[in-house]
């Protein structure tokens, strides 16, 4: 009997349980993968339940703002935190981890690592084997988040709560593997997050103490600058794999259903051209004209003036006014 066709006994609910949520303080995908049973293999729409519940208790800790209030100091620290870690998802995770649109030293490397973990959207490695693996078979069965094949909730956020495609194909990411302090954000990628919240409350504390007119605390700022801040972060990302799929217009013949949308880029610094991007995805620029809004590459370019990344690539003009443009 080969290992495909093994059937491997469901564990008692107990363990199963405890196994699931313990993969959220350590992911597995570096140490030794437990085997699919016979009902992972059969469906992979399956929702593992116990592992996606502090993904669902991010979302209930926002109405904890019916308790904490409002003040203008947690809902600035909010929008700085929403529009530092999108820039971190849309240009270090996205630009740089999955599509290499750039380079930076090994340290810059770690640090954009640290900035995209503290989005909660799992490690660099994980999060870029799925990106590439999407460009692969963008829009087609294999799409594991595409909405043409499996809908709107399933594209936006139901495929990384299945058992099935939580493990990410590490042989597209052969070339981030060989970085142990990549591997140890993968494993741990519950660290950085724990660490922003706690700083985000003890700032809430300090802040209370010292400028008490300003009318925050620990549990308001905790509750707005890392629940609601992250949710929204979440919700931001999600759109690109559900509706910018949908919605837009599309520039260039690509062979799937990605669209252009403004609206997508306002909210995530650029990404909505998603067009543009699967025509060409080695640019670090998604936004290919003057008037197509994308911070994220504006962004990077100021940081290249630093020397703290360079050599980012350009979207040629035959590749942009060429083959595939629709009139």
Not at 141 to 161: I, K, R, T
Not at 273 to 295: K, L
Not at 313 to 321: G, Q, W
Request: glycine residues 8%; proline residues 5%.
């Amino acid at each position: 009997m080969t290992p495909e066709n093994e059937i491997v006994v469901e564990p008692p609910a107990v363990e199963r349980v405890g196994r699931e949520l313990s993969r959220w303080f350590g992911n597995s995908d570096f140490a030794t993968r437990p085997k699919p049973t016979a009902l992972h293999r059969d469906s992979g729409r399956h929702v593992d339940w116990a592992r996606v519940l502090p993904f669902l208790l991010m979302h209930v800790a926002c109405l904890a703002v019916i308790w904490v209030g409002f003040s203008w100091v947690a809902l600035l620290v909010t929008l700085a935190l929403y529009l530092v870690r999108m820039f971190a998802i849309t240009g270090f995770y996205h630009r740089y981890f999955s599509h290499r649109t750039f380079k930076t030293s090994r340290a810059g490397q770690f640090i954009f690592g640290l900035l995209g973990a503290s989005a909660v959207q799992r490690g660099p490695i994980w999060w870029a084997a799925h990106h590439r693996h999407h460009h692969v078979y963008s829009d087609k069965p294999d799409d594991v988040h595409s909405p043409v094949q499996h809908g709107f909730f399933w594209s936006h956020m139901g495929w990384f709560m299945s058992h099935k495609h939580f493990a990410a194909d590490l042989s597209r990411v052969k070339d981030l593997l060989k970085y142990p302090e990549l591997r140890f954000l993968d494993r741990f990628d519950i660290a950085v997050p724990t660490l922003l919240g706690v700083g985000v409350f003890l700032l809430g504390v300090l802040l209370k103490h010292v400028a008490p007119g300003l009318g925050t605390s620990g549990w308001q700022m905790l509750v707005w600058g890392f629940f609601i801040s992250t949710v929204l972060v979440y919700h931001g990302t999600y759109t690109i794999n559900s509706l910018s799929h949908v919605f837009g217009r599309q520039r260039y013949k690509t062979g799937d259903a990605s669209r252009n949308n403004v609206w997508l880029a306002i909210i995530t610094l650029g990404e909505g051209w998603h067009n543009n991007h699967h025509h060409y995805p080695a640019s670090a620029r998604q936004g290919f004209y003057w008037w197509e809004f994308d911070i994220t590459f504006y962004l990077l370019k100021l940081m290249s003036f630093f020397g703290v990344i360079w050599d980012l690539k350009p979207v040629p003009a035959a590749v942009r006014e060429g083959a595939g443009k629709r009139l």
